[in-house]
Every structure is written in C-alpha cells, then in structure tokens.
C-alpha cells in the first residue's frame, strides 16, 4: 500500500528544528533526538534527491526563520508554563504564523500541501515581523 498522507520538505525540516531543540533541552532523551534526527536527515537528503530540488539563498533563509521561531516559541511557552516572566500566548500564537509562511516558502519547490491560515501578528509584536518583501 502507498502512503497517501507524506510530511512535507517543510514539515521535515520544521519537524528537524523542533527535534533539534529536544535533544538540546531534554538531555534525557537525547539518543531518541539523535536517531530521529538521523531518519528525518535521510528523509530530507532523499526528497532533495528524488525530486531534484536545488535550495536557494531564500530557502536558506526560511530555514533560519523558522528555526529561529520554534526557539522563540519554545522560550515562550517554556516561560508560560512555568508561570514566570512574560511568556504570552498571544506571541506565540503570532510566532506560528511567521512558521507557517517560512514553511509556505520552502514548500514552494513542490507540489505539497501549504497552510494558508496565516494570521497577522498582532500590533504589540510589530518588531518580530519578517522582511520578507526585502528578498
């Protein structure tokens, strides 16, 4: 039977930076983190193989943001979880939209699923707006 539900390169790659993170975070479990960094690392080499996809210097970039927002996130929500400080929902909820659109952004090499319910950050969080017309 062929699989008809598959991640995307972008969910792969969203997928890799949370893990990433995981077995930065979570040293407890850090062997799990690095074997399903290796599988995610094989599937993502293969994609790149198999549909002859060339990544370019905005990839690279989308790459960074969305790394750079799955930190932020996890920060934040760490931060709301504990109680302490000024995690914030209403960030995180906006940080996820920026995900959402670098993640767009790399999907653009295939014919892949996209998410289109990306909601505008909110009026506070005005300085974590990317500047993606600027590319």
Not at 64 to 73: A, C, D, P, R
Request: charged share 30%; with cysteine.
């Amino acid at each position: 039977m062929t699989r008809k539900y598959l991640p995307t390169l972008a969910e792969l790659i969203d997928r890799l930076s949370i893990i990433q993170l995981k077995e930065v975070f979570i040293i407890e479990h850090k062997d799990e983190y690095a074997k399903e960094i290796s599988e995610i690392t094989h599937d993502i080499e293969e994609i790149l193989k198999d549909d002859n996809i060339r990544l370019t210097g905005k990839d690279v970039r989308a790459i960074v943001v969305l790394s750079q927002m799955n930190l932020h996130i996890w920060q934040n929500e760490t931060k709301y979880r504990a109680g302490t400080g000024d995690g914030n929902l209403g960030l995180t909820h906006g940080l996820n939209g920026i995900r959402n659109t670098a993640k767009n952004m790399i999907q653009e090499h295939g014919d892949g699923r996209k998410d289109y319910k990306i909601d505008c950050i909110a009026a506070e969080f005005k300085d974590w707006e990317i500047s993606w017309k600027n590319q």
